[in-house]
Nanobody, 128 residues
Framework: QSQLVESGGGLVQPGGSLRLSCSAS????????IGWFRQAPGKEREGVSC????????NHVDSVKGRFTISRDNAKNTVYLQMNSLKPEDTAVYYC?????????????????????WGKGTLVTVSS
């Protein structure tokens, strides 16, 4: 069964760090552009960070620029989201999603539209 699984969430104090992982099983991520999304209670889902299939293009929403970094290790079939200087407003369930693309694509999924796979999410709570 093809699926994405997020891990690495948890409770962290403001100013702390977490690294989220998004691992694929049943398919190889090197053909997929990846996005990280989050949804806080009572709020709509928003795109946080994205990467093209080869990591050549990355993007982050303004609220996390300079604090979050997306990276991928296609050999390990995993995409990471390094989150530093966490703030209470970063509290949310974080999801990764994958969309297959053509070789050479610079597509970086920031809206969540048309994704082929979604993980079930991992909860990040930033609180003292």
């Amino acid at each position: 069964q093809s699926q994405l699984v997020e891990s690495g969430g948890g409770l962290v104090q403001p100013g702390g760090s977490l690294r989220l992982s998004c691992s694929a099983s049943g398919f190889t991520l090197d053909e997929y552009a990846i996005g990280w999304f989050r949804q806080a209670p009572g709020k709509e889902r928003e795109g946080v960070s994205c990467t093209s299939y080869d990591g050549g293009v990355t993007n982050h929403v303004d609220s996390v620029k300079g604090r979050f970094t997306i990276s991928r290790d296609n050999a390990k079939n995993t995409v990471y989201l390094q989150m530093n200087s966490l703030k209470p407003e970063d509290t949310a369930v974080y999801y990764c999603a994958a969309r297959i693309v053509l070789h050479g694509s610079r597509f970086c999924p920031d809206s969540g539209y048309g994704m082929d796979y979604w993980g079930k999410g991992t909860l990040v709570t930033v609180s003292s």
